[in-house]
């Protein structure tokens, strides 16, 4: 019978995990919000999010690439910063 070992860990982010997080999850709204707008919804929130991350006409593809490749690097430098900011209280504060 194998017994199951806990260890006890610090409570600090990993900058690559938090990162990619904010990367991908970033990217996805923005793909959601894009193809809203490429369907010819007319949500203004929508439009915003997409007009954040490129000067392109919302809908077209040119906005999709773009847009998606700086909603991407956004994201993960917010994550970045985020697990950083979460390192630095964790050690401020105590874990």
Do not use: Q
């Amino acid at each position: 019978m194998t017994k199951a070992m806990l260890t006890a860990s610090g409570t600090r982010l990993h900058y690559y995990r938090s990162a990619s997080t904010g990367a991908f999850s970033t990217l996805i709204i923005f793909a959601l919000c894009w193809a809203g707008v490429a369907l010819g919804l007319t949500l203004t929130l929508s439009h915003g999010f997409v007009s954040l991350f490129t000067l392109e006409p919302v809908g077209s593809v040119n906005a999709l690439l773009i847009g998606g490749g700086f909603a991407f690097l956004a994201g993960g430098i917010a994550g970045a910063i985020i697990a950083h900011c979460y390192n630095l209280a964790g050690r401020w504060f105590g874990d």
